[in-house]
């Protein structure tokens, strides 16, 4: 009876001691899950005042070349403005690439370029507590090539994009030629070469005398570009168009304009230019203002001018890969660089007037500008800005004959930088200065785009 009662005994002692520790457990599941819990709210909390404290600051994002050695627009100067104006750089997204490429094993000093380093870091994730901040400020690369497309739904008040669409009045070559007709045709007809689609036949005038230019409407970099003064290279070259494509692998087709070729060009040191000024275009606070830079480029040719048949790149096409130096306007463009054309040797704008020529210059541009302010039909902004602004490039020659000056081209996405170095970095000091007196202090310090902003110098009036 006794070992039956010590048995029982026994047994109510081991299931007690099992509850004892089962219960021991539960509390300290339980403490775990409250400490858990504690844990969460407080990263939950962390989070909140993170983002508080984000909406609080005013921050600026500069989406630029990470390597140093590429990057032809320095923004150092850009970000000595914006915390001027009281803003902040925003660092999380330059963070979190610069890890993945340093777990790349990237040197930034060596490996890749710009567009190499963009296939990398556009494949990281922005932080998702980025959709819910409204940054003040937004700086993209302007390459097209190598704008990271990782910011396109970011929101912001500022940035440096207008809505492509707006823009197509002015920097698709064949809209630009029938617009600049219709709004000032007496400033197109003067300044404007004549311009008509590549199959329109009946405008092309095969004589001998006359040369035309045949250009891709969406293409760049003088890429299958043509010269022809008879119907049977007017021929070959639409062969080419209808079986070749361009860098958007769409076949040319008829989208290619035909222009009167200016045959005599006035020369820099014997060689074709042409030259690279910029037009700023700012919609800001639901006012339209443009501007126009009166220092720009001059862009010539690989080999002396001359009109030997065939016509070839080396000796027609003007670019900044062709040029052998830099050289600026109207800094160098004089007397003592003007050379003698060979197809007109009295060259009769010997002496030249710069400031003639900068006149004419800001007249066709205001004509851009009514284009563009009265192109009503679509909108100015994207849905993720309150406002925005671009730096075009506005190309334009001069004809030795009449001395007018011709517009070539304006181009939204421009390239940028030089052979050497030093103007790299001279160039951008001043093209920043120049952002930061017609776009940002009127913005972030004055509030008034319309008796600061047009106080400079560079304004367009229309």
């Given at each position: 009876?006794?070992?039956?009662?010590?048995?029982?005994k026994?047994?109510?002692?081991?299931?007690?001691?099992?509850?004892?520790?089962?219960?021991?457990?539960?509390?300290?599941?339980?403490?775990?899950q409250?400490t858990?819990?504690?844990?969460?709210?407080?990263?939950?909390?962390?989070?909140?005042?993170?983002?508080?404290?984000?909406?609080?600051?005013?921050?600026?994002?500069?989406?630029?070349?990470?390597?140093?050695?590429?990057?032809?627009?320095?923004?150092?100067?850009?970000?000595?403005?914006?915390?001027?104006?009281?803003?902040?750089?925003?660092?999380?997204?330059?963070?979190?690439?610069?890890?993945?490429?340093?777990?790349?094993g990237?040197?930034?000093?060596?490996?890749?370029?710009?567009?190499?380093?963009?296939?990398?870091?556009?494949?990281?994730?922005?932080?998702?507590?980025?959709?819910?901040?409204?940054?003040?400020?937004?700086?993209?690369?302007?390459?097209?090539?190598?704008?990271?497309?990782?910011?396109?739904?970011?929101?912001?008040?500022?940035?440096?994009?207008?809505?492509?669409?707006?823009?197509?009045?002015?920097d698709?070559?064949?809209?630009?030629?029938?617009?600049?007709?219709?709004?000032?045709?007496?400033?197109?007809?003067?300044h404007?070469?004549?311009?008509?689609?590549?199959?329109?036949?009946?405008?092309?005038?095969?004589?001998?005398?006359?040369?035309?230019?045949?250009?891709?409407v969406?293409?760049f970099a003088?890429?299958?570009?043509?010269?022809?003064?008879?119907?049977k290279?007017?021929?070959?070259?639409?062969?080419?168009?209808?079986?070749?494509?361009?860098?958007?692998?769409?076949?040319?087709?008829?989208?290619v304009?035909?222009?009167?070729?200016?045959?005599?060009?006035?020369?820099?040191?014997?060689?074709k230019?042409h030259?690279?000024m910029?037009?700023?275009?700012?919609?800001?606070?639901?006012?339209?203002?443009?501007?126009?830079?009166?220092?720009?480029?001059?862009?010539?040719?690989?080999?002396?001018?001359?009109?030997?048949?065939?016509?070839?790149?080396?000796?027609?096409?003007?670019?900044?890969?062709?040029?052998?130096?830099?050289?600026?306007?109207?800094?160098?463009?004089n007397?003592?660089?003007?050379?003698?054309?060979?197809?007109?040797?009295?060259n009769?704008?010997?002496?030249?007037?710069?400031?003639?020529?900068?006149k004419?210059?800001?007249e066709?541009?205001?004509?851009?500008?009514?284009?563009?302010?009265?192109?009503?039909?679509?909108?100015?902004?994207?849905?993720?800005?309150?406002?925005?602004?671009?730096?075009?490039?506005?190309?334009?020659?001069?004809?030795?004959?009449?001395?007018?000056v011709?517009?070539?081209?304006?181009?939204?996405?421009?390239?940028?930088?030089?052979?050497?170095?030093?103007?790299?970095i001279?160039?951008?000091?001043?093209?920043?200065?120049?952002?930061?007196k017609?776009?940002?202090?009127?913005?972030?310090?004055?509030?008034d785009?319309i008796?600061?902003?047009?106080?400079?110098?560079?304004?367009?009036?229309?």
């Amino acid at each position: 009876m006794n070992g039956t009662h010590n048995k029982i005994k026994k047994k109510n002692k081991t299931h007690s001691r099992t509850q004892s520790r089962q219960q021991h457990t539960k509390r300290q599941h339980t403490k775990r899950q409250h400490t858990k819990r504690q844990h969460t709210k407080r990263q939950h909390t962390k989070k909140q005042q993170t983002q508080k404290q984000q909406s609080i600051k005013k921050y600026f994002i500069i989406g630029e070349c990470y390597n140093q050695k590429y990057n032809k627009l320095l923004t150092n100067k850009l970000k000595e403005y914006l915390k001027e104006c009281n803003l902040v750089e925003y660092l999380d997204i330059r963070n979190n690439d610069n890890k993945l490429l340093r777990q790349r094993g990237i040197n930034l000093n060596t490996d890749k370029n710009c567009y190499n380093l963009l296939k990398l870091t556009r494949q990281t994730k922005l932080p998702k507590y980025v959709e819910n901040i409204t940054f003040e400020f937004i700086w993209l690369n302007p390459i097209e090539k190598i704008v990271d497309k990782r910011f396109n739904n970011i929101k912001s008040n500022l940035r440096n994009i207008l809505n492509d669409d707006k823009l197509k009045c002015i920097d698709n070559k064949s809209t630009l030629y029938k617009n600049m007709m219709i709004e000032c045709k007496t400033i197109a007809n003067k300044h404007l070469a004549l311009t008509f689609p590549i199959n329109d036949y009946s405008k092309y005038e095969f004589d001998g005398h006359r040369y035309y230019i045949l250009r891709p409407v969406d293409s760049f970099a003088g890429k299958d570009i043509f010269y022809i003064s008879s119907r049977k290279e007017l021929d070959n070259a639409i062969t080419f168009y209808n079986k070749n494509t361009n860098y958007r692998s769409d076949t040319y087709g008829n989208n290619v304009i035909a222009s009167n070729y200016i045959i005599n060009p006035l020369l820099f040191k014997g060689y074709k230019f042409h030259l690279r000024m910029y037009y700023l275009i700012s919609y800001i606070d639901n006012v339209f203002n443009s501007f126009f830079l009166e220092e720009g480029d001059i862009l010539t040719a690989d080999k002396p001018y001359n009109t030997d048949k065939p016509f070839t790149k080396e000796v027609h096409d003007t670019h900044q890969t062709s040029s052998n130096d830099d050289y600026f306007f109207p800094k160098d463009l004089n007397t003592n660089t003007i050379s003698d054309n060979p197809m007109n040797p009295m060259n009769p704008m010997n002496p030249i007037d710069n400031n003639d020529l900068l006149k004419q210059m800001r007249e066709i541009m205001k004509c851009a500008s009514r284009i563009i302010k009265n192109n009503t039909s679509t909108k100015w902004l994207y849905s993720e800005q309150n406002n925005g602004f671009i730096i075009a490039g506005a190309d334009f020659m001069v004809d030795a004959t009449t001395g007018n000056v011709i517009l070539l081209e304006i181009n939204s996405k421009p390239g940028f930088g030089y052979n050497k170095r030093l103007n790299d970095i001279t160039f951008s000091k001043q093209f920043y200065e120049w952002i930061n007196k017609t776009i940002l202090e009127p913005t972030y310090k004055y509030k008034d785009q319309i008796n600061y902003s047009r106080k400079h110098k560079t304004y367009l009036e229309i």
